[in-house]
């Protein structure tokens, strides 16, 4: 079996199924967990969202209720009025004739459906319109009421199979009375938009795209469903078990095939369900979890794969077992359960950290989809009553005007009611306020008010200004309700033109009304009352502020309403359309969303704290099922049998290009020689140590999750909801400062940038393998561009993210080259060769290097120093900025070598022969030997001797006493076969003739010089000059 191209022994193939078989039901039931948890989250923030709705219902009826009955009252009023104006004229004589023709014209004038003139007993005395009534009948007693009180009759209606009319009669004498006829119709149309099904429920929102439905308790039927195709249908068919329709019940309901989340109530013979989709309610679950389980996978996995890589390479070198402990039945490996439980410890701090930043963006999630529903609510409500409002004003404005046209045709036709007593009996009949005549000079000719000698204002921005438009010819002028300059009350004043026989103007006659019903239906429209209203719940609330003066138009508090928002601590940038963000107002911080009207910005917040009060539960139960999961595979990996049989050696390749160092800490640890680090080709997996194979597969795992928030950013319109806090921080619409959204952000960049760079590092690899030494070259150099212009990019962006203003920070950047010049420069440019140093890798911690005529191991490399130490324990501290022509000389063992000089006249050959028979004996007496000894030949002719050089591997501690003790061995051998040294001396005598070599012993020295080329042609110390 192999796992990533290595191959594992029996026991240890065991151990790996055993481990990715626990790691996968341990993912499944840590998914399983989690998904439950957050959908429960999920579903108990819905509960109170709906509960909310539910409470509302029961108000939302009564309102509607007391709405209908308002609608009704002031509709039944508007037409009493309108048979009191009439039967106010015939009393008046203004209107005399009791004709057809004439009533006709009357019906004309009251904008009715018909108008009749009924005697007491009911007959028809003369009428506008053809009527199905018969009046003689007690179905129509009520009209004859007029006769006894004197008021109008109190309103009702008659209903036929083909008609429905609703009658309203006013007395003229004691024989006659006015009756109005007229169709319900528009009555019918305004109850629809204020009192049905559809009308209360339809303008109801339940989370972000639910709703409200109402089902008949009798029947079951839907009374009202948003799917006009289900209203009237049986509600039973549809997939609503009849179980569950209970009051205040909270449940899952399946409806026509798609599954809810619903809130039941009993209202009104009928449940009204409010019920919010499956979808909307674990839109965000599935990234949540997702980012948690795949940290939970690459803590597994690096576990296991570290363990089973550590077991391999001791495989591998044939090592046993070490550092055991037995435990019972079984032995527990002390060495692979201490670095095994170091990661464990650190992924599983590791997984809490990215757990509570998941919890902390669903936390937020959920509660920014939570306010978009109130914003959503909120923007819905201020739309349907901008269009109530309009349409109210409209209605009541049409009514005024009708009435100012009644009053300016009765004035026309009897000009003697232009006087106070006959004005004031005109206003009782229109039901109105006061009724004032003006003359073409735009002066008070009449009134029936108090206020009397008034003259139209020539000053535009005086209220009574706009009337002079009546005097050039307007028909007629409704103003907008406003503070009455003279009386200082809440009027409105309507003004209609009095024309003469010609039609030509002849002043206007203005009625005054108090529309306090139209006061009292706008006011309960108002944005303070729609807010007031709304409730956010974890004790969040709404408020509002001015677009125009930036001041609070609505605040929970009343003492902050009217002040300015910005002194109590909101941000310019924060007034604006669809903001979701932090907000601090009056020293409390919420997390909020507004939303932009006509005239103000509305925004809807939670105090911070109460919306992450979940995420540290769930962080540590998250924890201590990974820590349960880990213990697991910990103890899985590190314990065996006692007295099992001992693993079969499995034999890989083994390479050169790792070798041992000794750390400062004297530990020994693997590293790349120095030659390798360089090489483009990499290193083979079999020639991996455990730790770098562990560095690859944490690079694949780190390249996956880089490449899959690739995808999500590209993809993010698809991949994610139009309400996920997901998409709203992809598309970078919060705000810069140090947050959790900047925090996301970077990690986003930081991934994105990092997979774009080794795409284009692995294409400039596979050119510089196609093209020759100077391609080679070019493409060198543009990887390191690359890689420093990636990394400023990072740095620059996400400086940007965190709120920090690097167009300032650039032009700064010439500041700091002033500093640097004045004072600064070995300072900044310790720190900066240091990162140098560190980002380059040119060497590390362990390596051995020449710098200088200093030679050592690296002890440290810091900020602004680095710090190297020789075999004699001497360390040398030296300046980054300083750090220059490096020599790194980290390879598998350090070479020592002994140079001797030898007489001119002595043989060559000889020694050679000896040297080759006295290697052994140096090998065996000097220990520390690693390889060799090697002969490297003859490396200087001088003066007074032929050089000659001995060379051995050894240890780097080992290498200057190696030294000492090879010159000591060359010595003692040159005495003992008499072969001189050459030094300064006066000849006095002739020098003994030196012993010539045979020529067996010349052929014998030939093979040995070159069988001593082969051996050691790969060893060439640095320090050699020849």
């Known amino acids: 079996m192999g796992l990533g191209g290595i191959k594992l022994s029996e026991k240890l193939k065991r151990k790996a199924l055993l481990a990715v078989g626990a790691e996968i039901i341990c993912l499944v039931l840590l998914g399983l967990f989690l998904l439950s948890m957050q959908t429960d989250l999920s579903v108990n923030d819905q509960k109170k969202n709906t509960e909310d709705k539910v409470h509302e219902m029961s108000s939302l009826l009564k309102s509607a209720g007391e709405a209908a009955d308002q609608i009704t009252v002031s509709f039944d009023d508007i037409y009493r009025s309108k048979a009191d104006s009439l039967s106010y004229m015939y009393q008046r004589q203004t ?14 004038l009251l904008e009715v459906t018909n108008v009749l003139v009924v005697d007491s007993r009911g007959n028809k005395v003369a009428l506008a319109q053809e009527s199905p009534a018969d009046f003689t009948r007690s179905r129509y007693n009520q009209l004859r009421t007029v006769f006894d009180t004197g008021e109008a009759s109190e309103a009702f209606e008659v209903r036929n199979k083909e008609t429905s009319l609703r009658y309203y009669g006013s007395r003229i004498d004691d024989d006659r009375m006015v009756v109005i006829e007229q169709d319900p119709e528009e009555l019918y149309k305004l109850l629809e938009e204020t009192s049905t099904w559809k009308s209360i429920l339809g303008n109801v929102s339940v989370g972000l795209e639910g709703y409200a439905f109402a089902v008949s308790e009798k029947d079951y039927t839907f009374l009202y469903h948003p799917d006009e195709k289900l209203s009237g249908t049986d509600a039973l068919d549809a997939g609503i078990p009849v179980e569950e329709l209970e009051d205040n019940n909270y449940t899952w309901l399946t409806v026509n095939g798609e599954k809810f989340y619903c809130g039941i109530t009993k209202q009104q013979d009928a449940y009204i369900i409010c019920a919010v989709s499956e979808k909307e309610i674990i839109s965000s679950r599935g990234v949540t979890v997702a980012g948690i389980l795949f940290a939970f996978f690459a803590v597994m996995t690096l576990v296991i794969t570290y363990s089973i890589f550590m077991m391999k390479d001791r495989e591998k070198s044939g090592k046993k077992e070490a550092g055991s402990s037995a435990w019972g039945k079984f032995c527990y490996d002390r060495v692979i359960g201490r670095k095994i439980g170091t990661i464990s410890v650190v992924g599983l701090i590791f997984i809490l950290i990215i757990t509570f930043y998941m919890q902390t963006l669903f936390a937020l999630s959920r509660q920014s989809m939570g306010n978009n529903e109130r914003v959503a609510e909120v923007e819905k409500t201020l739309k349907h009553y901008e269009k109530d409002i309009d349409e109210t004003t409209e209605q009541y404005n049409a009514r005024y005007l009708n009435k100012g046209r009644i009053a300016s045709y009765i004035i026309s036709q009897d000009p003697g009611v232009a006087q106070k007593d006959a004005l004031v009996e005109l206003s009782k009949a229109l039901d109105v306020e006061a009724v004032n005549v003006f003359d073409m000079a735009g002066v008070q000719t009449a009134t029936s008010s108090p206020y009397t000698n008034f003259k139209l204002s020539g000053d535009p921005e005086d209220q009574s200004y706009e009337f002079n438009k009546l005097l050039n010819g307007a028909d007629y002028i409704i103003q907008d309700a406003q503070t009455d300059e003279v009386s200082g009350g809440y009027h409105q004043y309507i003004g209609v033109t009095l024309r003469d026989d010609r039609g030509d103007a002849d002043g206007f006659v203005q009625i005054s009304v108090t529309p306090s019903k139209l006061k009292e239906t706008l006011s309960n429209m108002q944005i303070d009352k729609v807010l007031e209203k709304t409730k956010v719940g974890k004790g969040g609330f709404v408020f509002a502020v001015d677009k125009k003066d930036k001041t609070f138009a609505y605040y929970p508090k009343e003492k902050l309403t009217g002040r300015s928002a910005v002194s109590y601590g909101m941000q310019k940038q924060q007034f604006k359309d669809a903001y979701c963000d932090y907000i601090t107002v009056d020293n409390k911080t919420y997390y909020g969303s507004s939303l932009e009207t006509k005239s103000d910005y509305i925004y809807v917040v939670v105090p911070k704290d109460a919306m992450t009060g979940a995420r540290l539960p769930i962080t540590l139960a998250c924890g201590a099922v990974s820590f349960i999961c880990l213990l697991f595979v910990f103890l899985l990996l590190t314990l065996s049998r006692s007295g099992r049989e001992e693993a079969d050696a499995v034999k890989d390749g083994a390479g050169r290009r790792n070798i041992d160092v000794v750390m400062p800490d004297g530990s020994v640890r693997k590293t790349e020689t120095a030659e390798s680090r360089w090489e483009t080709v990499s290193i083979r997996w079999n020639e991996k140590t455990p730790e770098q194979q562990i560095s690859t597969v944490l690079k694949m795992i780190l390249g996956v999750l880089a490449a899959a928030i690739c995808m999500a950013v590209m993809m993010k319109e698809k991949i994610f909801g139009s ?169 598998q063992y350090s070479y020592s070598w002994a140079d001797v000089g030898i007489e001119y006249g002595e043989s060559l050959e000889r020694v050679e022969n000896i040297l080759e028979k006295e290697f052994p004996n140096i090998r065996k007496r000097l220990t520390n030997i690693i390889e060799g000894p090697f002969y490297k030949g003859v490396i200087e002719l001088g003066e007074s001797s032929v050089v000659i050089r001995v060379m051995v591997l050894c240890t780097e501690s080992d290498r200057v006493q190696m030294g000492r003790d090879l010159n000591r061995e060359m010595k003692l051998i040159f005495d003992k076969y008499d072969i001189n040294i050459p030094f300064p001396q006066v000849v006095v005598n002739e020098p003994t003739e030196a012993k010539k070599a045979s020529e067996w012993e010349k052929r014998r020295a030939d093979k040995f010089n070159r069988s001593q080329k082969e051996l050691s042609k790969s060893f060439i110390a640095e320090e050699e000059e020849n």
């Open 723 to 891: 309400n996920s806090i997901f998409l709203y921080i992809l598309n970078g619409e919060w705000e810069r400062g140090v947050n959790i959204f900047a925090l996301t952000g970077c990690i986003l960049i930081i991934c994105v940038v990092s997979v774009i760079t080794v795409l284009v590092q692995a294409i400039l690899r596979m050119l510089s393998k196609t093209f020759g030494a100077r391609g080679e070259t070019v493409c060198r150099l543009l990887h390191s561009f690359i890689k420093y212009f990636s990394v400023i990019a990072i740095l620059y962006y996400c400086l940007a993210l965190i709120g920090v203003d690097t167009k300032t920070l650039l032009a700064s950047a010439g500041i700091l080259t002033l500093v640097v010049g004045l004072g600064a420069r070995t300072l900044v440019s310790d720190i900066l060769a240091g990162l140098f140093i560190i980002f380059e890798g040119e060497f590390r911690v362990g390596d051995i290097v020449t710098i200088g005529d200093w030679r050592g191991t690296v002890l440290e490399i810091g900020i602004r120093t680095t710090k190297i130490e020789d075999p004699s324990k001497n360390i040398k501290i030296i300046s980054n900025s300083e750090v220059s022509g490096v020599i790194n000389m980290t390879r």
């Open 95 to 108: 209107a005399d004739e009791y004709t057809d023709g004439r009533l006709e014209e009357y019906r004309s």
